[in-house]
Every structure is written in C-alpha cells, then in structure tokens.
C-alpha cells in the first residue's frame, strides 16, 4: 500500500490491497464467529437445559472464559501449530485458518454463556406449557433456538465485534504477512510502529465503522425480534 | 452428541477449505521467510518481493519479528529461510546445525538519532564509541530497542566498544521497550531521546518531529544483513529448491544490482556486498 | 382417575396430605379453597406433571399410563414468541395432527374461541383475555378427554371471565371432563358438577355440587361458604 495517503483516499481509489485487508478482516472475524457459533450454542443449550454435577463451576468458567486474554490464546495456538508443535503437520501456521482457529477459541466462551442465559430464561419461561403439550426434549431444544433467535442472532454479532477488534491472537499466528494474513488490526499496528500515523488513524476508522454498523444491525435485530415476536 | 461431532468434523474440514483455498494459488511456489521488523519498517520486502515475484515466479511470505524470535521461528521449522543482520547469532545458528551455509548479502548502516537539542553534544562526531559514552555521562534520554534484534546487538556490541558495561550503568536514562525499529523511533521522537536506527528505517520514518541524524559514517555502524536457508534435514518440510531459488537469485549480479536501485528519498539504502568474502 | 392418599412434599413443605379422590366422567369437578390450599398442586398431580411423593395415581381404575389426550390450562398462560397461527400450529404438531389438515383445524379452534381474524397477529401482543382463548384453543387442539384449568378466569375481567365460562360449558357439553380450580365461589357454583373443598392441602369436603352449597355437611365447608376467612 502506498505510503503517506490517507486510507480514505485508498478506498476511494478502490486500492487493492487496502480491499483485499479489509475483506481478509472480515472473512476471518465472520469465519470465527459461525464457527464458535456452531460450537457454543448448543453447548450453551445442553448447559442451560441440563443438570449435573459441577454445573454451577461450569457456568463460572464459561463466563470467565469470556476475558481470555487474545495474546494467551495466540501463544497457545501458535505453539500447537508451529511445525515442530503437535499439529504441524497440518501446516497452517501463518495462514488464515490459523487466524479462524485462534479467533473461534477466543469467540466460543462468549457466544456459549450469551447463548446459556438465553436459553435457560427462555426455558424457565416456557418450561410449564413443554409439560402440558408433552414435548420431547429435543423439539424442546429446537424450539427455545428458534423462539430465541433473535438473541441467539445478537449473540453471534457480539462474538463478531470481539473477533473483529482483537489484535493479540492473529498478528501472533499469522504473522501479518503482507497479502496473506494481514488484517486491519494487525495492519493499524505494523503502520503505527512504521510511524504511518495518518494510515493507522484512517484504518482505524474504518475498523470502527464496521464494529458500529455490526452494533446497530444487533440493536435492530433486538427491534425486529419485539415488534415481530412480542 | 455424534451430531456435535459431525459439525466439529464439518467446521475443522470447512476451516481446512478455506485455508487450502486462501493458500491454493501460492502454495505451489511460495516461501516463509523469517525476517525482522527493522527490513521491513524500512520497505525493503515492499520494493524487492513484487521483483522476486516477476523473476523467479515465486512468492514469498515475510514473517517480520525481532531478530532473535526470527532465528527461533527458523528452530521450530516454522519458516524456509532465515533473512537477519546479526553475524555472531547467525554463526550460532549454524553452529547448532539448523542451516548449512551463511551467504552475505548486503550491508545497510545505523545512525544515531537524537533531538535537534542534543543534551550530549554529540553531532557531528566521526566516533560513535565517544558520542555512546558522552551520552552516558550525561545521563541523556536513550531509548533501546531490547527485543534481541539484530540492532539491539549492535547497540549492545557498541555499548561495550565505548567502555560503558550498560547493565551496570543503565538507570532512568535508559529506557529499553522490547519493540520494533518503527516504535523505537516512535517514542525517540516522542521523548525527545537518543536512538540507534538502521538508516533504512529511518530515511522511510514518518514522524521524524525533531529528531535528526546526530552522528554517521563511523565503519563500526556498518549492519551486515546475511541469509540463511534452514536446514532440510533438520526439518523435512522446508521448501528446499524455491528457497534456494530465492537466496541464488539474492546474491546473484541480478539481485545485488535489484538491490542497490533501491531508494528512498533518492538515497540508496542498501549496499550489496555477496561477494566480500569477510561480510 | 382416582387419586389415592397422595402426598406431595416440596422444599420441606407438605403441600397435599393424605389426598384421596375419584374423579369420573361427566359434569366439570371443581377444586375450591382459599389461596395456598393446595388446588394448584392437586391439579397438577392429577395431570402428571408432579410426582406423589407418596400415595398412587390410578388411571382407569390400575395403574395404567394416564392419557396422551389431556391437556391444561395455567394462570397465566405464556405464549410463545410467534402469530397466534403460530401457536396454534406448534400445538397442533405436538399432538401429531398432519400438516395438510393443520390450517383448517387451526381456524376452526380458532373461530371456537371467538378469535377470527387475529391469526397473524403476535401472540404475545393479544390481550389477557383474548390469549387465555388461545391458551384454551391450544389445549383444545390435542382434543383432550380431560381437560385441567388452573384458575383460568383469575386474572381476567368480568367480560373476558364470561366468554371462559361459556367456552368451558360448551367444552363440557361436547364430552371433554373437565378438572378446575378456582377460588371464585361464584364460578364454582356456576360451573360445578362436583365439588372437593381443600383447605391447607386436605380435602375438608368433596361432594355434588348441588349438596355442597346447599347443604355443606362440615364445619370448615359451612364457615368457608359463610364467607369466613379459613386460616
């Protein structure tokens, strides 16, 4: 990308680079959330719906594992892939699913213990009427999704904002290689240390449109979900 | 709970789709290099990689780290060549059999940065051994890089040529932030401090404030870049032909000449030096 | 069904003691008493959806698995977050009524309950009364043999309270038993086939309805018919 024009100009221009970044943001940070969307919520269900032993230490630990630290997690991630770690054969180290994979494990905490307050409301809401139209318990389930969607949907763009604002994890295991695993985060930090202050502040600012747009699409979807559902 | 399982199994095979996808086009002929932040704060990889791209077809992936974290991506097998400029932990390298053979490459030099104050009252000097120690006498603002790069080894190296033991002499003048050439320079410029810079990074600094070059030319600032390629028989999966294609190409006429049409400001950064047999 | 000397205990209470009680076919039996008398957890354990903690349930005079086709109705009835069609639809699968045949059921409970013309609207947004209807055409749509209301008319006004007691005559005229409870004297004595009196969860007097009121063979029932608070 050229040096000393402002990003504005970039995108004005249709700068390729500055586009194909923005897309790689974008295709990781959505990647992940489906992902640890696929993974969290119903484990976040089974969590809510069940009852066993330690299930009060379970719901603390999701919920603090919601503030794991990004830069952990990327060490962790970066040491099982590298090639002399237990999954190097996979040799995705420095690449984008690398990124999908650290930023789903850093997602999936959030997505699972929004997605078990959700459920277990909605469940002690709904519990009674289940019993006297003799539901079967996965019905049940598939019901509390559905009748849930429109948090369960809130839940999902929370987890994207996260992954999308996050630096720690993905300039660690996937080494912001230039056309490859360089995203707006992990740029606005290599251009900063470069002192390209007017690039940073620009992709700055266009990073923080996206999470503000990701923030009114979930504020609508809560609108939506009270004048459709009630 | 086998349908859990079949949706982990069909997220972990989507992941590997995307990757394979993303990486398709360049895993035929594509290299990780490991390199450090000072050669690419200084546009180096911007300028050069689109040409290795034209020439040889190959593409190459620059992972940018300190120095020493560089040489460690190489150990664990992460990276197919090795690209610093610290003789002494390249040799060691070697010496620990992760590579076979160092060629020299080129040579780029330091400065050192100060404010246009100069509380040390360096400027100027041909000597840097005598502007280190008057810096340290004055106990004047010097930020250090301290992240084992190959210039915070220089730095150290020079510490130690101009008398100074800096591990006993350090105090609140010194102040070590354990970051890349590009954020040295940020807070140099923010503090008003001494810094040693690569030239290169320096000419493409943004922010310069008000900071000028202080002192040059000393032959004991020259920085010698060297480049390795990792040792295929220490780690299988190193693409040993491209890489090799790559570091053939860096030394060869056509390469050093590719180099030395490097500018910035209409100064020539880098100097190639292949063929000096004591680089 | 017969209930016999049922005991429900829950969070160290006992809130049924040592209830016995048949209940037959035919008029509605109503379950009065003053609030906290237990009526709520009888009916529910006549329903199944609580265990006896000791005593048995008996269907069909064994142990036999009580009916698929009952139903009940609660309080306050929760919708879920969908249309009234909506509703009505889920309520409709869940008692294994066909696809093909779901519309038309749907707008006949629908027109049974008086609320035509709303089967898009969201169920939640409908009135107390007007979603008392739809809790009632949902437990209709399983086309109990029994049907149990829980103090259906509790929370409504006098007007949305007639069209409930009209509908459950009209119910209990096409065959369905029903089992009510309520701490309205007046809606029991207008509905009442059968009366079982509770007080602190034992029953004081069980009986016709036209014996009970007119004729209360205990203390209890008659202070309680007097209008004396029971405590």
């Known amino acids: ?31 992940a959330a489906v992902f640890a969307s ?29 503030g794991l630290p990004p830069v952990i997690v990327g060490l962790a991630v970066y040491l099982s892939l590298s090639r002399s770690g237990p999954l190097g054969s996979w040799g995705l180290l420095f690449t984008p699913p690398a990124m999908v994979i650290a930023q789903t494990i850093l997602v999936t905490p959030i997505i699972a213990a929004l997605t078990r307050q ?113 | 709970m086998t349908r859990l399982l079949q949706t982990f199994r069909l997220a972990v095979l989507l992941a590997l789709i ?31 990689l689109p040409i290795v791209k034209g020439r040889l077809g190959i593409t190459v992936k620059v992972v940018a780290q300190g120095t020493g974290q560089a040489l460690d991506t190489a150990r664990r097998g992460d990276a197919d060549v090795v690209f610093v400029h610290a003789k002494t932990a390249e040799l ?96 140099a410029s923010a503090s ?18 008000d900071l000028e070059i202080l002192v040059e030319g000393d032959k004991r600032l020259f920085n010698q870049y060297g480049i390795m390629l990792v040792n295929p028989q220490k780690h299988p999966t190193v693409k040993t032909a491209l890489a090799q294609e790559f570091i053939d190409y860096l030394i060869s006429p056509v390469g050093q000449q590719d180099i030395a049409h490097y500018m910035v400001d209409g100064q020539q950064l880098f100097y190639p030096d292949a063929n000096d047999p004591n680089a | 069904m017969e209930l016999l000397e049922v005991d429900v205990d829950m969070g160290g209470q006992k809130l049924l003691r040592q209830v016995s009680l048949v209940i037959e076919p035919g008029a509605p039996t109503v379950f009065i008493g003053p609030n906290g008398s237990g009526k709520t957890t009888l009916l529910r354990v006549a329903m199944g959806l609580i265990a006896a903690s000791s005593g048995r349930v008996l269907w069909g005079g064994q142990s036999q698995s009580p009916p698929r086709r009952r139903a009940i ?10 249309s009234v069609f909506g509703n009505l639809h889920y309520a409709l699968a869940s008692a294994g009524v066909p696809r093909s045949v779901r519309r038309r059921r749907a707008d006949e409970l ?63 005229a096409n065959g369905v038993k029903v089992v009510m409870a309520t701490h309205d004297l007046g809606e029991a004595r207008r509905l009442a086939g059968d009366i079982v009196l509770l007080h602190r969860g034992a029953i004081i007097e069980k009986g016709a309805a036209e014996t009970f009121f007119n004729s209360p063979a205990t203390e209890g029932a008659q202070r309680f018919l007097a209008g004396e608070l029971l405590l």
Request: glycine share 10%.
């Open chain 1, 1 to 31: 990308m050229p040096e000393n024009t402002s990003a504005f100009h970039l995108l004005l221009s249709g700068d390729p680079a500055l586009f194909s970044i923005v897309g790689l943001s974008l295709a990781v940070s959505l990647s």
């Open chain 1, 38 to 66: 696929v993974i969290g919520m119903p484990l976040g269900a089974l969590v809510a719906l069940t009852r066993f032993r330690g299930r009060e230490f379970v719901i603390v630990v999701m919920n603090a594992l919601m």
């Open chain 1, 118 to 230: 959700t459920i277990e409301d909605l469940w002690l809401e709904y519990r009674d009427e289940f019993s006297a139209m003799h539901i079967g318990a996965f019905k049940r389930i598939s019901t509390l999704l559905w009748d849930g969607r429109f948090s369960l949907v809130t839940a999902l763009l929370a987890g994207f904002g996260r992954a999308a604002a996050e630096v720690g994890s993905i300039i660690i295991v996937g080494g912001n290689i230039e056309g490859f695993t360089r995203t707006m985060t992990t740029a606005i930090a290599l251009e900063t240390s470069k002192g390209n202050l007017s690039l940073a502040i620009g992709l700055g600012f266009i990073l923080i449109g996206i999470v503000v747009l990701v923030s009114a699409l979930a504020w609508g979807m809560r609108r939506a979900g009270e004048r459709f559902a009630g």
């Open chain 2, 18 to 48: 995307i990757g394979a996808i993303s990486n398709g086009a360049a895993a035929d002929r594509s290299i990780v290099v490991a390199s450090t932040t000072s050669t690419q704060d200084s546009g180096f990889f911007d300028y050069i």
């Open chain 2, 92 to 187: 060691q390298f070697i010496a620990e059999g992760e590579s076979l053979k160092r060629y020299p490459v080129m040579y780029n030099d330091f400065v050192l940065i100060g404010s246009r104050a100069d509380p040390a009252g360096v400027k100027g000097s041909k000597d840097i051994r005598e502007a280190l120690a008057s810096i340290k006498n004055q106990r004047a603002l010097f930020i250090s890089r301290g992240d084992r790069s190959g210039t915070h080894m220089a730095e150290l190296a020079l510490w130690r040529d101009s008398g100074v033991d800096i591990e006993q002499a350090k105090g609140t003048w010194y102040e070590s932030i354990g970051q890349g050439m590009g954020a040295a320079l940020n807070v």
């Open chain 2, 192 to 209: 008003e401090a001494y810094v040693l810079s690569d030239r290169a990074t320096w000419v493409h600094f943004k922010s310069k404030g």
């Open chain 3, 73 to 82: 109705v609660f309080q306050r009835p929760v919708m879920l977050r969908r």
């Open chain 3, 110 to 172: 629908l027109s049974l309950v008086d609320l035509d013309g709303v089967g898009d609207r969201p169920a939640r947004r409908l009135s107390g009364g007007e979603q008392q209807r739809l809790a009632l055409a949902r437990a209709l749509a399983r086309e109990p043999r029994v049907l149990f209301l829980d103090e259906p008319t509790a929370s409504l006004d006098p007007a949305a309270t007639k069209a409930i007691e009209e509908l459950v005559r009209l119910v209990s």
